[in-house]
């Protein structure tokens, strides 16, 4: 006998229209993301030509990160960041975490462009490659998520898990950058920067559902807690990896490092995806591993990277 199509669809979620609202929320995200870092970057630079400790050590001084207060465009960089965070919040209120974390990674495929046009450097063929390698991986990830994932309520059992991991790897990134500072460089700054906001999304998404709930007590506080303490965290470590590289390679790192915790968090710790079929697993490995492919090739043949 022929299979039973019932068998496959009994399989698949559809989304209300309130959660595929997300979607577009987490585009326009992106943008102000993308955006943001720009501002940024140019502004570590600025403060850093003005101080003259270019390449003198391997992170902002803090006589530089109080100076980067008084420029305009990190200052115009941070609100399109902190606007950037309000959507993606709004997003995650809106939608399961693996559908909309991951179209962050369109920041990098704006941040390219953007930068091509500011250093009038073309685009070459393998960067077009690469970029469409990125469009492509995650747009067929969050067209399967779509269909597959679901919002569940978060028990505390599950979000005492979430926070012990933040535990450790707070307490191992900050070990690190503490005794073995002059070694790090950029790639460095953008791994630890990326695990946290993985970790902050995350946190978020739990925040906004147990506020929905009313379940609103004492481990939700040491939530927001933590969340606070790894946004802070990160967001030093982002400062430090403007200094050390250039905008397309902090972008591309965050975009790669910070979608993978949170959707894996969202997987394994949250089960947003235990209805899914097997067809669809192998659909997220096989769109995550071509996007991430393509942000690294982007980020390696990018004319701005490269000099």
Same mark, same amino acid.
């Given at each position: 006998?022929?299979?039973?199509?019932?068998?496959?669809?009994d399989h698949?979620?559809?989304l209300?229209?309130n959660?595929?609202?997300?979607?577009?929320?987490?585009?326009?995200a992106?943008v102000?993301?993308?955006?943001?870092?720009?501002?940024?970057?140019?502004?570590?630079?600025?403060?850093?030509?003005?101080?003259?400790?270019?390449?003198?050590?391997p992170?902002?001084?803090?006589?530089?990160?109080?100076?980067?207060?008084?420029?305009?465009?990190?200052?115009?960089?941070?609100?399109?960041?902190?606007?950037?965070v309000?959507?993606?919040?709004?997003?995650?209120?809106?939608?399961?975490?693996?559908?909309?974390?991951?179209?962050?990674?369109?920041?990098?495929v704006?941040t390219?462009?953007?930068?091509?046009r500011?250093?009038?450097?073309?685009?070459?063929?393998?960067?077009?490659?690469?970029?469409?390698?990125?469009?492509?991986? +995650?747009?067929?990830?969050?067209?399967? @998520?779509?269909?597959? #994932?679901?919002?569940s309520? /978060?028990? &505390? !059992?599950? *979000?005492? $898990?979430?926070?012990?991991?933040?535990?450790?790897?707070?307490?191992?990134?900050?070990?690190?950058?503490?005794?073995?500072?002059?070694r790090?460089k950029a790639?460095?700054?953008?791994?630890?920067?990326?695990?946290?906001?993985?970790?902050?999304?995350?946190?978020?998404?739990?925040?906004?559902?147990?506020?929905?709930?009313?379940?609103?007590?004492?481990?939700?506080?040491?939530c927001?807690?933590?969340?606070?303490?790894?946004?802070?965290l990160?967001?030093?470590?982002?400062?430090?990896?403007?200094?050390?590289?250039?905008?397309d390679?902090?972008?591309?790192?965050?975009?790669?490092?910070?979608?993978?915790?949170?959707?894996?968090i969202?997987?394994? +710790?949250?089960?947003?995806?235990?209805? @899914?079929?097997?067809? #669809?697993?192998?659909?997220? /490995?096989? &769109? !995550?591993? *071509?996007? $991430?492919?393509?942000?690294?090739?982007?980020?390696?043949h990018?004319?701005?990277?490269?000099?």
């Amino acid at each position: 006998m022929p299979p039973d199509l019932s068998d496959f669809t009994d399989h698949f979620v559809t989304l209300t229209p309130n959660q595929w609202l997300g979607i577009p929320v987490a585009l326009i995200a992106a943008v102000f993301l993308a955006l943001g870092a720009q501002f940024q970057h140019r502004g570590v630079g600025r403060v850093e030509a003005d101080t003259g400790e270019i390449d003198t050590s391997p992170g902002l001084s803090p006589r530089q990160l109080l100076l980067l207060l008084a420029r305009p465009s990190w200052v115009i960089g941070t609100v399109m960041l902190g606007l950037a965070v309000v959507l993606q919040l709004t997003s995650l209120y809106l939608a399961p975490i693996i559908v909309v974390q991951p179209l962050g990674a369109t920041a990098l495929v704006i941040t390219a462009i953007v930068n091509a046009r500011i250093s009038k450097v073309a685009l070459d063929r393998k960067s077009i490659r690469a970029i469409a390698f990125c469009v492509g991986g +995650v747009g067929i990830f969050v067209t399967v @998520a779509a269909f597959t #994932a679901k919002s569940s309520p /978060i028990s &505390a !059992g599950q *979000l005492g $898990v979430i926070l012990a991991i933040l535990g450790v790897i707070t307490m191992g990134f900050s070990l690190a950058f503490a005794f073995l500072r002059d070694r790090f460089k950029a790639i460095g700054f953008i791994l630890g920067a990326g695990v946290l906001y993985g970790f902050v999304a995350t946190l978020a998404k739990v925040v906004i559902d147990r506020a929905k709930t009313g379940d609103f007590e004492w481990l939700t506080v040491t939530c927001i807690v933590a969340l606070l303490a790894a946004a802070v965290l990160g967001g030093y470590f982002v400062q430090n990896a403007y200094s050390s590289g250039p905008p397309d390679l902090v972008i591309a790192g965050l975009t790669v490092v910070d979608p993978l915790v949170a959707v894996t968090i969202g997987i394994v +710790v949250l089960q947003e995806a235990s209805g @899914a079929p097997w067809f #669809a697993a192998v659909a997220y /490995i096989a &769109a !995550g591993a *071509l996007a $991430v492919y393509g942000v690294f090739q982007l980020s390696k043949h990018h004319p701005q990277a490269q000099r």
